[in-house]
């Protein structure tokens, strides 16, 4: 059996961190096994789709790296879906109810109010030839909802949860078609599954109760099950509920705001939730070499930006200058200067921060002129290497007695005007000394 799994956003929106976790779960199990990953726009609903949303979607999926062999768009497919309705109605599995949305609600209430869990009462399927005719004289239009065989428990080994069980007595029969005739993700999704093969379905544990219920929609159709494999939920870091700005903040804005390399957030989505560790990778290869549902917990995963930053950081210290010359935060960097700075970096965009150190203007911070002045006296004439700084401090400290901290930080604050940074010994000669000279005279240069 070819392994194949599907990724199935609405292009109703940007990519965010929990969509991005599904698919790259679906990515690296579906590579790992050698086989298909399909990208499925679920697009029926033309009215909030946009073809934005679309291309800001495969965008997003071809800057992670997350290739797919297949796209299927359910606009292209309503006759299948059309059919599929058809069949069920046929069979007596789909049948049409008149009920208003406020009164479905009055049902509820009444229902909660005595006690009893919320769950449709079948009224429809009641209804005399009269009765649907005088609803439709009033205007009403019908809302078709599957009608689940009952009894029946469901159950299944899911890949991360384990054993699972349901009772879909507690459960609605669910509805499949709007009064406008417009389709819920359940029936196109079942028979997109099925026409094309999936024998895997990865998604959040939200989504738990849907697979039960969509089993029998499988069957009702001639389907087979697919797998499930149920992932726990993305929290907060002290396992409260995602914001809106963690949870819903897109990938887009994590890219081209907030300057994170892909890799970073790769490295930490496919280990949340996890026992393996969460470590900085530059590729994804190790990561589809190690996966394994074995190693999820049932348990909620927690997210936290923090870990993206530490994650961004080592993935930039291990990255060539090869790998990153092309990009326009690197307009004008040379090797030299991107091996000098690179342990300093949290984003690639501070490249834009220590090039204004080197190139200047630079406000000196000097706090004994005297000494700095000495220190601009002992400076050697170029050309400079990474053992000038060396030398040039040993002068400097047989000629004033300053050594340790009391020689090195005064330097260091009067040419880069700051108490950190890179390595000496490489800064100072892309600085140059004549802007050297200049700082340790207090000149801004």
Not at 78 to 91: I, M, P, T, V
Not at 367 to 384: C, M, S, V
Not at 385 to 406: H, L
């Amino acid at each position: 059996m070819t392994v194949k799994v599907r990724f199935a956003p609405s292009p109703t929106g940007r990519l965010h961190v929990g969509n991005i976790r599904t698919a790259l779960v679906n990515w690296l199990f579906a590579r790992q096994q050698k086989g298909v990953f399909m990208l499925r726009l679920d697009d029926t609903d033309t009215a909030r789709s946009s073809e934005e949303y679309v291309r800001g979607i495969m965008e997003d999926l071809t800057w992670l790296g997350l290739d797919w062999d297949e796209t299927v768009r359910q606009s292209d497919r309503f006759d299948r879906y059309h059919a599929a309705a058809e069949k069920l109605k046929a069979a007596g599995r789909l049948y049409p109810c008149y009920e208003t949305a406020q009164e479905l609600d009055l049902k509820r209430k009444i229902q909660l109010g005595q006690g009893k869990p919320p769950v449709y009462d079948r009224a429809a399927l009641n209804l005399t030839p009269e009765q649907i005719k005088a609803y439709e004289a009033e205007g009403r239009k019908p809302h078709w909802r599957f009608r689940l065989e009952l009894p029946a428990r469901i159950e299944w080994d899911d890949l991360v949860k384990g054993h699972l069980s349901f009772d879909l007595a507690a459960v609605s029969d669910p509805i499949l078609i709007r009064e406008d005739g417009s389709y819920l993700y359940t029936l196109p999704s079942v028979v997109d599954d099925i026409d094309f093969g999936i024998t895997h379905i990865m998604r959040g544990e939200d989504h738990a109760t849907n697979s039960a219920v969509q089993a029998q929609i499988f069957e009702a159709l001639g389907g087979k099950v697919p797998a499930y494999a149920h992932f726990s939920l993305l929290t907060g870091k002290g396992g409260e509920g995602l914001s809106k700005r963690l949870g819903s903040a897109s990938i887009q804005a994590y890219r081209e705001e907030d300057g994170y390399e892909p890799m970073a957030i790769n490295s930490l989505l496919a280990r949340l939730g996890s026992s393996d560790p969460i470590e900085p990778f530059c590729r994804l290869e190790p990561l589809v070499e190690s996966f394994d549902f074995g190693k999820y917990s049932r348990s909620s995963a927690k997210f936290d930006p923090h870990d993206l930053d530490v994650l961004n950081a080592k993935i930039l210290h291990d990255t060539s200058y090869d790998e990153v010359k092309t990009r326009p935060e690197m307009t004008g960097v040379s090797e030299a200067f991107w091996l000098t700075v690179r342990p300093n970096l949290k984003k690639l965009r501070d490249v834009k921060e220590w090039r204004a150190l080197v190139e200047g203007p630079v406000r000196p911070k000097i706090e004994n002129p005297a000494f700095t002045a000495r220190a601009a006296e002992l400076l050697p004439e170029e050309d400079w290497d990474e053992g000038t700084w060396k030398s040039w401090t040993t002068a400097v400290k047989d000629a004033t007695g300053a050594k340790g901290k009391a020689l090195f930080l005064p330097l260091r604050q009067a040419i880069t005007g700051l108490d950190h940074g890179p390595e000496m010994g490489a800064l100072l000669p892309l600085i140059g000394r004549e802007k050297v000279r200049a700082r340790l005279l207090g000149e801004t240069a």
